[in-house]
C-alpha cells in the first residue's frame, strides 16, 4: 500500500524534496502523495517531522 499523508501535515515541504520518484506534491491544504507512483520506500515517513506520512 501507498504511503498517505494525514491531516497533522504542515506543508515543510522536506518529504517531497526527499522522495525518489517525486510522488508528493504540494496540495491545496497540505502535501499529498500520488498513490501511483509512491514505491513504499518510507523516506517521507522518515524525514518528516510531525509524523504525518503513514502507510494505510
Ligand atoms: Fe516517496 Fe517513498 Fe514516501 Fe512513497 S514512501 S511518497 S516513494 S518518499
Ligand atoms: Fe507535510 Fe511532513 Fe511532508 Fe513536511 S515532511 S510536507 S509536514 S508530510
Not at 23 to 46: L, R
Amino acid at each position: 500500500m501507498a504511503y498517505v499523508i494525514s491531516d497533522s501535515c504542515i506543508s515543510c515541504g522536506a518529504c517531497a524534496a526527499g522522495c525518489p520518484v517525486e510522488a508528493i506534491s504540494e496540495g491545496e491544504t497540505q502535501y499529498q502523495i500520488n498513490p501511483d507512483v509512491c514505491i513504499e520506500c518510507g523516506a517521507c515517513a522518515d524525514v518528516c517531522p510531525v509524523g504525518a506520512p503513514a502507510q494505510e
